[in-house]
């Protein structure tokens, strides 16, 4: 009986330690991203820092969301916005997600927007993104988006795609930063070496 009681013991403990461990992410997700005309970008995310918004981006390329849809917002030296499925920034998934940033008052996300960090982009409403996200393109940024927005993840490789996007697109509107031509996300895919990610959505 004491043997029994042992080993029914040690599974405890060994479930338990699994699961705290799927919630602290030893290994991050790795973001394949193809541009049309322009290559393929990889981005790291950092689910120990916002893991809702993580979670939410995962599962949205696990779905397919982002294929075919476009980057429609360029504000040279600061961002380039896409993930719309209507392509104007007024369109998302049909739900919305908390906003992870020390303003809205979660602290355990102290990444700073610098270049190549990627953000989940939001209306005035903390509580308001959904799919759209955008791509920091110069430092200068983090001075009006830090503690504002949830940054989650970073370009890793392929930081240049973005730059030449930005020194040869030509924008319709230079007040709202919407491009002539929307460039087209042909796929995106994502590893999560074997983590399951769960979005709680509002």
Do not use: W
């Amino acid at each position: 009986m004491k043997k029994i009681f042992v080993i029914l013991l040690s599974i405890f403990f060994i479930s338990g330690c699994s699961t705290d461990n799927a919630k602290t992410y030893d290994k991050n997700p790795i973001v394949t991203m193809e541009i049309k005309n322009y290559g393929t970008a990889t981005i790291e995310l950092y689910p120990n820092y916002a893991p809702n918004t993580v979670a939410n981006f995962v599962n949205l390329i696990e779905d397919g969301f982002y294929d075919g849809l476009t980057f429609h917002r360029l504000v040279p030296g600061f961002v380039l916005q896409g993930g719309d499925p209507d392509g104007n920034g007024t369109g998302g998934p049909g739900y919305t997600i908390a906003g992870e940033f020390s303003d809205n008052g979660f602290t355990k996300n102290t990444l700073s927007h610098t270049t190549g960090i990627i953000s989940m982009a939001r209306r005035q409403s903390y509580d308001s993104a959904g799919s759209q996200f955008f791509i920091v393109l110069d430092d200068s940024a983090t001075y009006s988006l830090d503690g504002k927005y949830a940054a989650f993840g970073k370009v890793i490789d392929g930081m240049d795609i973005f730059k030449e996007i930005e020194e040869n697109e030509k924008i319709a509107d230079s007040y709202t930063g919407q491009l002539k031509e929307n460039i087209v996300i042909n796929k995106v895919t994502v590893d999560t070496f074997g983590y399951e990610y769960t979005v709680e959505k509002n």
